[in-house]
């Protein structure tokens, strides 16, 4: 079921009812309060459940049904991710031949990728179907200690990522203003749905691997629970740290001042940015002396030498003296490389290595 009232609930009698609700809010939801991972993405509700006995479940031609709608939605809206927090039997490896595979590498090949999740079963060395889809990215849950969950699915080829699966508060269906704690890697899937959602806002033209590689490079190892089984790790998705690491282009900026201010010039992107309105008397010079992986501005001024945080854009005062010019280098590193190493490549230092004459 698609457009209006494809998100209204089936009548709380049936188990699993608002389901759908718990999990739209995870990915996107915003009360003004409350947020999701995406909290100013929009959610494209479609309904891919029916009423089966005392609850509501998902037939697989349903799903394959909803992907294909979502592929035929590619050009009318900007999509960030799919998500499917749903999932059913027992499998080893990767089921490639399930029929929703083609609609998922569809959706790959415009930039959509389709998060979904491993299972509640607590399986070691297998997950549910369609999680166990290659082109899919597989979720298992974890807790707010790292940990895997115990109810988990997990096998070390076929998922992907850990997300935030235990004790997760979202919107549920009994009003308008209900929430709850729930458990499941249904909770985690759309944790990495908005998590792609905020990515593909920031690069939507870096493509589905990017995005996979972006939240493999950041995220934080989990041990699985399955040691003796199926050992294993996988991590834990860091959603600002894979969005620093896809924007990242790996060049350094220029940092000027003008009256204006401090700014710097992306030179790849061929555009100035305002850092600071402020400009410091003295000369300037820029390093990552915070070590966070961004540049930080050097300056000195009457009051001694300071410097300003890359990414906080704070001022700390580094020394109560200020020099004339300032630099900035790793020299510590580069000193201890030099003392452990035979530069002349003999045992009694020779005339290259005696002095440096300014090639240093």
């Known amino acids: 079921m698609i457009g209006t009232g494809a998100a209204v609930h089936y009548p709380s009698s049936y188990r699993g009812y608002d389901h759908g609700t718990h999990v739209?809010?995870?990915a996107a939801g915003n009360n003004g309060a409350l947020f999701g991972v995406a909290k100013d993405a929009n959610i494209i509700a479609i309904q891919v459940f029916s009423k089966i006995g005392t609850g509501v479940g998902s037939y697989p031609s349903d799903q394959l049904k909803g992907l294909v709608h979502v592929y035929s939605l590619r050009s009318t809206y900007s999509i960030g991710a799919a998500n499917e927090s749903i999932g059913g039997g027992q499998y080893f490896s990767y089921c490639d031949s399930d029929s929703r595979k083609a609609a998922i590498d569809n959706l790959e090949a415009v930039g959509i990728a389709t998060a979904i999740s491993t299972g509640n079963?607590?399986?070691c060395g297998s997950t549910g179907r369609p999680g166990c889809i290659s082109t899919a990215f597989s979720i298992g849950a974890s807790s707010d200690s790292d940990v895997e969950a115990g109810f988990s699915n997990w096998d070390s080829t076929i998922q992907d990522f850990f997300a935030p699966g235990v004790a997760i508060y979202s919107a549920t269906g009994t009003s308008d203003s209900s929430y709850g704690s729930w458990n499941g890697t249904s909770?985690?899937?759309p944790h990495v749905t908005g998590a792609v959602t905020l990515m593909r806002q920031k690069s939507s033209s870096a493509g589905v691997n990017a995005y996979h590689s972006a939240l493999t490079s950041?995220?934080?190892?989990?041990?699985?629970?399955c040691t003796s089984t199926d050992p294993g790790?996988?991590?834990?998705i860091q959603v600002d740290k894979a969005i620093e690491a896809l924007v990242s282009d790996g060049r350094d900026e220029i940092i000027g001042t003008w009256s204006s201010g401090i700014w710097y010039r992306n030179?790849?992107?061929?555009?100035?940015?305002k850092m600071y309105s402020w400009v410091p008397s003295g000369p300037i010079a820029a390093g990552d002396v915070t070590g966070d992986g961004k540049a930080d501005v050097v300056s000195c001024?009457?009051?001694g030498l300071w410097y300003q945080n890359g990414s906080t854009l704070g001022w700390t005062k580094e020394y109560i003296y200020a020099p004339?010019?300032?630099?900035?280098?790793n020299v510590t590193d580069a000193l201890s490389a030099a003392a452990g190493a035979d530069m002349g490549g003999e045992e009694t230092p020779g005339p290259a290595d005696a002095a440096d004459n300014g090639g240093n």
């Open 233 to 236: 790790s996988k991590p834990r």
């Open 218 to 225: 950041t995220g934080k190892s989990i041990t699985s629970k």
């Open 324 to 329: 004339s010019k300032v630099a900035c280098g």
């Open 121 to 123: 079963d607590g399986f």
């Open 187 to 189: 909770m985690a899937a």
């Open 301 to 303: 001024w009457g009051s």
């Open 24 to 26: 739209a809010g995870i």
């Open 267 to 273: 030179v790849a992107a061929g555009t100035w940015t």
